[in-house]
């Protein structure tokens, strides 16, 4: 693999690589036909991102040599940020950036062409190939909005920089809700300050989402990818469901596209439906298994589908039936039996496709996050009484419980290739 | 108990904003007291506290061009919070720019102060930022111990140099030593003093000018020149001197020998009392 990176957009994706030290500590760097994919996922797999730069953002672009196979890399985050640490740097003093993959000595190797004939030439060893693949599909969210990234921005300016997680949601009168999240702890004393920001109807380019629906996730790598657009003026856009299953935020330009994909706060308390609006669990329509991708072939997704096959090491011949994935909420039973085969080297689960046991304390990011079934109290947007206001943004709405982090992430071996 | 005010004007907001960042560098916990005519910022003379107290008051229709209050009950028109104050200085950060603010007492869950703001929007719409202060009232039977310091008779009574010059000086005598001396006479000097095994730095400030005094009898036949002294945990002056972000309208130093020394800050129309104890 071989890519250069001139002018302006060495700046972008230096930014790109910040946005996704955010979210993991190891890279996943993919050459593909179709574009450089650059992924991460967090320890607990509770977020994933990506980004896919299209060939036309390189000045050249070769993703393999004729003749040899397409080489895939996992590399530790801090080594690839510290090529792009200081992006005031990048943007001042360097001209062109080469990265090059060579399988041979097992090198990935950034060159920054500097100005005055500075040139530096940064070797990164990398880890054995892996494909990092994450099933998901922003069309079978049957909730979305878009918005400008920078009203995004505002809209998460009050909510203090060390607030690990945000409930978003519609509140009556269609004013879009953000509220700050905070775990709830029987014996503390110490509450913290709860802020909300309220935003109307107005602001967003599309909301397609009923009053009442809600989600909760992790404000922190949500911010990561917002830096990002806010910097590239992008329209971000939030694709969502039921609480507990993942929500989707993308980006997208001629050039690039990007997806942040985060774990959200599941409801697994039953007494929910008692609380909000009843429309909410409206079942969402199983997905359609589709006729079977090559595993390697992007081309054939089409803009909003991105279902990625899905492959075990077991067998790895021919076609192989797509498990379809079942969204609405509660536990499933297997419908395809090729789950099986790949829970069996997950860890145990008592339910395919939904997050395997998690332990008091343990989480990605020094996040503890608890089984429990905790009554979620029933929590009231305040009351806007000004005139200015079209209509007050009272939400009735119910925190759902903790649960513990989404393992719908299968991180799947390939054959290694043979090294001549 | 209720409460509900509303600020509309700018200036009035951004100064009610320097005054919450002012108490939240000064008082990580402080005691709001709010009565028909004033708010009062207070923090006791609490041994947590290394004794320090501070009073800060301001009158209400300064501000707010909406107050209402109802207090405890009908003799009591008075109403004690106690709450962190970074988590008000955050709340009215968001504030920079806003149409409106409104402050009320809510009980959502928990006790709260409910800080809401309308911002300036470019869409049609309105947004609204609602932040809920969690406060704990204070029981009637603890009022007493959160009432105005009596401020005693000086020995000395100075103007301040300018503060952040104070500060610089200060911030770099706090790595020798954890003790000053703090002095100063009646004729316009004064001496931040410390001193260690190997070394001893004062500064002296001169001309600073000293207000008239209170009682010409008992201070007419005093030496100018003698100077009055407290030694004092350098750590709290600094903590004093970093609250004070602008520059006071008016700013003295009361000293009593031994005992204290007391700030009395005047900034715009809010009165600001810090007292230092001597160390022991």
Redo the contacts between chains.
């Keep these: 693999m071989k890519c250069l990176v001139t002018g302006g957009n060495v700046k972008v994706l230096g930014k790109a690589v910040h946005s996704l030290s955010r979210i993991g500590d190891e890279l996943y760097l993919e050459p593909l036909e179709d574009g450089l994919s650059l992924r991460t996922v967090n320890s607990s797999r509770s977020a994933y991102a990506c980004f896919l730069f299209a060939p036309l953002f390189f000045q050249q672009y070769q993703a393999a040599t004729p003749g040899q196979d397409l080489l895939r890399c996992k590399i530790l985050m801090k080594s690839f940020l510290s090529v792009f640490r200081s992006l005031a740097m990048l943007e001042k003093t360097v001209e062109k950036c080469c990265i090059s993959l060579n399988g041979r000595s097992s090198r990935l190797v950034v060159q920054l062409h500097c100005k005055f004939g500075v040139r530096k030439t940064h070797n990164l060893s990398f880890q054995d190939c892996e494909s990092l693949q994450a099933v998901f599909d922003p069309a079978s969210c049957p909730h979305m909005l878009r918005a400008p990234a920078r009203v995004l921005g ?2 998460v ?2 909510f ?1 920089p060390a607030l690990a997680e945000v409930t978003l949601g519609i509140g009556r009168g269609r004013r879009v809700i953000l509220r700050s999240y905070h775990e709830e702890e029987a014996d503390s004393t ?14 967003f380019q599309q909301l397609q989402a009923q009053e009442g629906v809600a989600i909760t996730f992790c404000l922190k790598e949500f911010r990561g990818l917002l830096s990002f657009a806010e910097s590239a003026n992008l329209n971000l856009s939030i694709h969502f469901d039921a609480p507990g299953r993942p929500a989707i935020f993308t980006i997208k330009d001629s050039l690039l596209d990007g997806h942040f994909v985060l774990a959200t706060l599941s409801d697994t308390d039953s007494h929910s439906q008692d609380l909000g609006s009843p429309e909410r669990h409206q079942p969402v329509p199983q997905l359609q298994a589709h006729s079977i991708p090559h595993p390697d072939d992007f081309a054939n997704d089409d803009i909003d589908s991105y279902m990625i096959a899905m492959e075990t090491t077991i067998g790895n011949e021919g076609s192989r039936v797509l498990p379809s994935i079942s969204l609405s909420p509660g536990p499933q039973h297997p419908e395809s039996p090729g789950l099986h085969s790949e829970e069996d080297e997950a860890e145990p689960s008592t339910v395919p496709g939904t997050p395997p046991p998690k332990k008091v304390g343990t989480g990605g990011g020094g996040r503890g996050r608890r089984w429990g079934r905790q009554q979620p ?1 029933e ?4 009351l ?1 009484s ?1 005139a ?3 209509s007050a ?1 009272s939400w009735p709405l119910y925190a759902p419980p903790r649960a513990p982090a989404l393992c719908w992430l299968k991180t799947v071996r390939v054959k290694a290739e043979p090294r001549t | 108990m209720r409460f509900r005010a509303k600020i509309v004007d700018g200036a009035c907001l951004n100064h009610f904003t320097r005054i919450s960042n002012m108490i939240a560098k000064l008082a990580k916990t402080c005691t709001l007291r709010i009565s028909p005519d004033k708010l009062n910022f207070i923090l006791c003379d609490k041994l947590a506290n290394g004794g320090v107290s501070m009073w800060c008051e301001l009158e209400q229709e300064n501000f707010f061009n909406e107050f209402q209050m109802e207090g405890v009950s009908a003799e009591n028109n008075e109403i004690y919070l106690e709450l962190t104050s970074e988590n008000l200085s955050r709340a009215l950060k968001t504030a920079q720019n806003a149409r409106a603010l409104k402050i009320k007492l809510t009980n959502k869950h928990f006790p709260c102060l409910t800080v809401s703001v309308e911002m300036l929007s470019m869409s049609s719409s309105s947004r609204i930022v609602t932040h809920d202060i969690p406060i704990k009232v204070i029981p009637r039977k603890l009022w007493k111990d959160l009432q105005e310091p009596v401020v005693p008779d000086p020995d000395v009574s100075i103007y301040l140099p300018v503060l952040k010059t104070m500060k610089s000086v200060v911030e770099k005598m706090k790595n020798i030593s954890n003790h000053l001396v703090i002095e100063a006479n009646l004729d316009g000097e004064l001496n931040l003093k410390i001193e260690t095994e190997l070394v001893c730095v004062t500064t002296h400030f001169k001309d600073l000018g000293n207000p008239p005094l209170a009682s010409e009898s008992t201070h007419q036949d005093r030496n100018m020149e003698h100077m009055a002294e407290v030694h004092i945990d350098i750590r709290k002056l600094l903590q004093f001197l970093a609250g004070q972000q602008v520059n006071p309208t008016k700013a003295l130093c009361n000293i009593v020998n031994n005992k204290m020394v007391h700030f009395d800050l005047l900034h715009e129309d809010v009165s600001l009392q810090y007292f230092i104890p001597a160390l022991s």
């Design positions: 505002e809209a300016l009050p203090p110490a509450k913290a300050m709860v802020t909300e920001m309220c935003l109307g109807e107005e602001d109290p929590l009231t947007c305040s806007c000004s200015h206001c079209s943004p």
